[in-house]
């Protein structure tokens, strides 16, 4: 399976993406892991990108387009990929498909998790993740549901950041959703249902 999940922050998009590695084992590679990443290990990277994430604005086309071209080419990322958070931008997903071509692996489908922005400030606001295993879970886990680890708040959860993600997301990603349409690559889900009503309706669209 190759695939790109869409959707606005908050969609629910890592969580649908971990249900998939969980039954299938295909490679998660999410770009906002890496840079949360680079930022704790404080690589040059994490420096150039903290300032951006903080504020809920993207990080410039070109340090992510490096990145994900190195990453796509990584041996496990040859059994296939589910790209959650990339692309995000129009030079984001031209640069994308001109990788693929060169490398003899289209796309199956552009996954869009669509949730109106109303329910998603609640969702984010709550949500708390997971300091050692990354998993995400809410605020009325007191411990990480998954490893019994330490329950985090992410940075950019605020309200004031979460509304301006939003905004970037409308402004900057979702023309995403008519580029993939015209390729005839997108495949929509109401992610507005329990997580495991959602995840049925993903696996029967993928065809899995
Ligand atoms: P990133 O980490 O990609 O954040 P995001 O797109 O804002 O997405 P989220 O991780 O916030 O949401 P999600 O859809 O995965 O939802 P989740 O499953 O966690 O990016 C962070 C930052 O990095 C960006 O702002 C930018 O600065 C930078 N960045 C990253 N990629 C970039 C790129 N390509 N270019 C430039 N900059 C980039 O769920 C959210 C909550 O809802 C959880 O609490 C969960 O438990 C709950 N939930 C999930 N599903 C349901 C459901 N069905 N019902 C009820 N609750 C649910």
């Given at each position: 399976m190759n695939i790109v999940?869409?959707?606005?922050?908050?969609?629910?998009?890592?969580?649908?993406a971990a249900k998939l590695v969980e039954e299938f084992g295909t490679p998660h590679i999410s770009t906002g892991d890496i840079l949360r990443a680079a930022v704790k290990n404080?690589?040059?990277?994490?420096?150039k990108a903290k300032s951006y994430m903080d504020a809920g604005e993207l990080v410039p086309d070109s340090l992510i387009i490096d990145l994900m071209n190195e990453r796509l080419q990584e041996p496990d990322a040859a059994k296939g990929f589910i790209l959650d958070g990339f692309?995000?931008?129009?030079?984001?997903?031209?640069?994308?498909?001109?990788?693929?071509?060169?490398l003899k692996r289209p796309l199956d489908g552009a996954l869009l998790?669509?949730?109106?922005?109303?329910?998603?400030?609640d969702r984010l606001t709550s949500r708390r993740c997971c300091k050692d295993c990354g998993a995400i879970g809410t605020v009325a886990d007191a411990s990480c549901p998954k490893c019994g680890g330490e329950m985090y708040q992410r940075d950019d959860d605020n309200e004031a950041t979460v509304r301006n993600r939003l905004s970037v997301y409308e402004r900057s990603t979702s023309p995403l959703i008519d580029y993939y349409k015209g390729k005839g690559l997108l495949l929509t889900v109401d992610g507005n249902r329990p997580v495991d009503t959602v995840y049925a309706d993903v696996k029967a669209l993928l065809d899995l």
């Open positions: 999940l869409l959707g606005a922050p908050g969609a629910g998009k890592g969580t649908q404080q690589t040059e990277l994490g420096k692309p995000r931008t129009t030079a984001q997903a031209v640069s994308l498909d001109a990788l693929l071509s060169q998790v669509d949730v109106p922005f109303d329910a998603i400030v």
